[in-house]
């Protein structure tokens, strides 16, 4: 058993993990698996909506151990999660898209599965926080929906760094976090302890971040503070240098406007989105006229689309 295996199976201890009482089947199925073949994981952001992501409305974030890897296909395989390979200008370092079809609703959960925790600017993610075993290590259990998220306070210290590390020329101007941001901000500063987030800030990103932190905490408004103190030891963590981010990020959002065009307008055979690696499918609609196949595969490619390319033929 590896370090963080071990310290988060004692973390762990005296809190055995029960069947979550909410959301999906298929979900609530994986959980239970990943439970009993002592997978190491948790789901690392967006923990305010924790409710729409296990019911499938919006994608699971979560990071694994990587030296679990074997059995962690192992138990994705019997819960019926399948591998879904991003088009090139869409993926990012170590994070596999899986698929898992809930039949007794119909719905999609899309599993966002990192084995590192790759973020950064957007369309690019083009930096590589060492903090992986920090995050498992600390990791919570939340009985609600049987699923293991981060603590509180390194969830509110990458939220931050998130934003710090997202923010664009465009985004300084506009200035405002988006309502989402807030909200996350405001749930996880209800539950966090200020000295122990201070402490923590200061081991992981230097003894510069503490005082802005501090200020943050007190004030939501202080945000800009804080990403100056810390982007100094951010910059450390990038996988590209500035000039070709910069070129990088373009690229790749420049990238989706034909994806766009393509999906509104023109409905070429063209991959942008995700594919499986096993082949597409072809799906025919078999009725005599006006029998409501037209309907049908409108639902279908509604259904479908948001998170693959289809490809609808007449």
């Known amino acids: ?122 369309y690019l993610q083009g930096y590589h926080l060492p903090w992986e075993e920090r995050l498992l290590a600390t990791r919570v259990f939340e009985a609600q929906h049987g699923i293991y998220i981060a603590d509180p306070t390194m969830e509110l210290l990458l939220l931050l760094v998130r934003d710090a590390l997202r923010s664009r020329l465009r985004d300084v101007l506009r200035r405002r976090p988006s309502e989402k941001y807030r909200r996350e901000l405001a749930w996880l500063l209800q539950r966090v302890d200020s000295t122990e987030a201070c402490e923590t800030a200061r081991e992981l990103l230097g003894a510069e971040v503490e005082t802005p932190l501090r200020r943050l905490l007190a004030d939501p408004e202080h945000l800009r503070r804080f990403a100056r103190a810390a982007l100094p030891t951010l910059r450390r963590y990038r996988t590209y240098g500035p000039v070709s981010a910069t070129v990088r990020g373009l690229s790749r959002e420049l990238q989706r406007v034909p994806g766009a065009m393509n999906r509104r307008a023109l409905h070429r055979p063209v991959l942008f989105k995700r594919v499986s690696p096993r082949g597409g499918t072809a799906v025919a609609f078999v009725g005599s006229d006006g029998s409501g196949k037209s309907s049908l595969v409108k639902e279908t490619v509604d259904w479908l689309q948001v998170k693959l390319d289809v490809v609808s033929i007449y």
């Open 1 to 122: 058993m590896n370090e963080v295996t071990a310290r988060a199976s004692a973390k762990a201890a005296g809190s055995e993990p029960v069947a979550p009482s909410t959301g999906l089947v298929v979900v609530r199925r994986l959980l239970e698996r990943l439970h009993a073949a002592g997978i190491v994981y948790c789901h690392w952001k967006g923990n305010e909506h924790l409710g729409p992501a296990v019911e499938g409305l919006t994608d699971l974030d979560v990071l694994v151990e990587r030296r679990q890897y074997l059995d962690l296909q192992r138990v994705l395989a019997e819960t019926g999660f399948k591998r879904f390979a991003a088009a090139p200008f869409r993926g990012y370092p170590a994070v596999e898209d899986y698929l898992g079809f809930d039949r007794a609703t119909g719905a999609l959960s899309h599993l966002h599965l990192h084995y590192e925790l790759t973020l950064g600017q957007p």
